[in-house]
């Protein structure tokens, strides 16, 4: 377990978060996303400060925190859709300035094209980069069928649920072959169970690609399942409080493993730790 | 997994039936507050004690006579098939130059340059500027186009002005992010999420075209068109056909205007944006 006061970048702990996933399995040293002492504000609000975080190539990162801590912002800075005060944002080594066009992001709002159908949806990312239409169309129904929106290409999105929606946003985004997945709350607004499959859905999509994810939730199970590690931001101006690996291997049984002692224990481990940020 | 994709189907005639028995009732309603009109019209204007004389508005009798005879010899849609035409053009032109305006304008340095320019051009009386026109252009259709382009493209301008401040931002970012770059996001975002607002400003649009398009043809000699039709029974204090043309602007205008909010409502219904979330 890894405290962080956040007084300032602690290198031997942030390199050492990146060897606990290479143990795990799940990627090399190098890390994919890099926050060096980053600093984030609007005028005099400081949102977030000190941010050391590490996130290793083909790890799953679940970022949790308190409301308004800045956990969406981290994710923007990673996008390079906001750039940060002081400090530094890194993907692969290299800074980041101007849009991360390595990462893919996924928000709980998702950004499918209403006046698109479903095919036309998911092969945007393909379409962009040149793709004939004949090739691009039939990658992008080769993986709709793996994410489970197979017989619907033609619909347009408001004519599919909200799991349907979630799953297609998924299939664009990884027919836009970035390696990084930043995903904010995607699940958020899906009722209980079809989450728990969405989240089943996503953790086999980390086996069959073993793409970089940072994962923003308000959820712990969904923290605790999902995650190679979860790292708690502290209340605003948020700081990194905790880094947590969680050792079970991947890809999770995301039903079964929350009812682990092990998961229940890592819990009341994180509860505590949201609840001394809630209170501090 | 969740397979179910999409909303129930609905039961064949089963939700529409309510608000094809509401259409109805609304059609029967305007038809009735239309004879009313046209009642009080016939019975109220040049009688012995009316306020208004024949010879200034008709009668609908006189007017309804002169409709069908000016349809018969053609001269209607002979007219209105320059009118139109010239219409056309002038639509087309300002909703290109209008929404290319909104669309330069919508950078920080575009705005900075253009965006006082367009406040001043905006406020001109377009009216005024037909002298200029006559100048520039000559006596000649390319006038009336210019001058009902110049009244169109503002709504146009504003339209997709209000259409780019409320893009979707996540929707942007989401493109830029796979690599879009500018025609990219103009093509498959900008133009496609401004389209309601397109639309809308068409409805706008097409009733000052006309009316102005008429005025034009008041002031610019030319050789047909409704405005000529219009002005030749003035001059013949012909109130029965003069006020038989402005019922036939006013018919074809209400028409085109079903037509685009038709139009409008299908597009709006078929990517469900009422119900997008």
């Known amino acids: 377990m890894k405290r962080r006061g956040g007084a300032g970048p602690d290198v031997r ?44 190539a083909g790890e799953i990162l679940v970022l949790i925190g308190p409301s308004g801590c800045g956990k969406s912002t981290v994710l923007n800075l990673m996008a390079g859709t906001r750039t ?41 990312p393909l379409e962009i980069k040149g793709v004939p239409r004949r090739e691009r169309h039939a990658l992008a129904r080769a993986e709709l069928a793996r994410v489970g929106v197979a017989g619907v290409e033609q619909h347009r999105p408001h004519q599919l649920s909200g799991g349907m929606r979630s799953r297609l946003a998924l299939a664009r985004a990884l027919l836009s072959d970035s390696p990084i997945l930043l995903l904010d709350e995607p699940f958020a607004a899906i009722d209980a169970l079809v989450r728990v499959r969405l989240q089943q859905l996503l953790l086999e999509v980390w086996a069959r690609t073993r793409k970089t994810m940072v994962y923003v939730t308000h959820d712990l199970n969904e923290a605790i399942t999902l995650g190679h590690r979860v790292a708690v931001l502290g209340a605003r101006p948020g700081r990194i409080a905790l880094v947590r690996a969680i050792a079970a291997p991947q890809p999770r049984d995301v039903a079964r493993f929350r009812t682990t002692p092990e998961a229940q224990q890592l819990y009341v481990e994180l509860w505590n730790a949201l609840e001394e940020q809630v209170n501090r | 997994m969740t397979t179910a994709p999409v909303r129930p189907a609905r039961a064949p005639g089963a939700a529409r039936s309510v608000p094809r028995r509401r259409l109805t009732a609304v059609i029967a309603v305007r038809i009735c507050a239309a004879a009313v009109v046209l009642a009080a019209w016939q019975v109220f204007v040049g009688g012995p004690d009316s306020v208004l004389p024949a010879n200034a508005v008709s009668r609908p009798s006189s007017v309804a006579v002169a409709l069908g005879h000016l349809a018969a010899n053609g001269q209607l849609f002979s007219g209105l098939g320059t009118t139109a035409l010239s219409v056309l053009y002038s639509m087309v032109l300002g909703a290109l130059v209008g929404t290319v305006l909104a669309v330069v304008t919508w950078t920080p340095f575009g705005r900075w340059l253009l965006d006082p320019l367009v406040t001043i051009l905006y406020a001109i009386p377009k009216v005024g500027m037909i002298s200029l026109y006559i100048i520039v252009l000559g006596i000649a259709t390319a006038t009336h186009v210019a001058l009902v382009t110049s009244a169109v493209l503002f709504i146009y301008y504003y339209a997709m002005r209000q259409a780019l401040d409320e893009l979707d931002q996540d929707r942007l970012v989401a493109l830029r992010l796979m690599g879009a770059g500018r025609l990219r996001v103009l093509r498959s975002l900008v133009v496609m999420s401004a389209l309601p607002q397109l639309f809308s400003a068409t409805r706008i649009a097409l009733p000052l075209a006309f009316a102005t398009e008429i005025f034009a043809e008041l002031q610019v000699p030319t050789s047909s068109g409704l405005g000529v039709s219009l002005q030749l029974f003035s001059e013949n204090l012909d109130a029965s056909g003069a006020v038989a043309v402005m019922l036939f602007v006013v018919l074809v205008a209400y028409l085109l205007d079903v037509a685009v909010g038709g139009a409008l409502r299908r597009y709006v219904r078929s990517v469900g944006l009422g119900a997008d979330r």
């Not at chain 1, 005060?85 to 991360?100: A, K």
Request: with cysteine.
């Open chain 1, 13 to 56: 702990e942030r390199a050492g978060a990146v060897a606990d996933g290479a143990a795990s399995g799940y990627g090399g040293p190098a890390a994919a996303l890099s926050l060096s002492g980053v600093r984030f504000g609007y005028g005099d609000d400081l949102i977030l400060e000190d941010i050391d975080l590490d996130v290793a």
């Open chain 1, 84 to 124: 940060p005060r002081s400090g530094q944002v890194t993907c692969h080594g290299t800074p980041v300035t101007g849009l991360n066009r390595r990462v893919s992001y996924m928000t709980q709002k998702d950004t499918l094209l209403p006046w698109r159908s479903v095919l036309d949806n998911a092969a945007l």
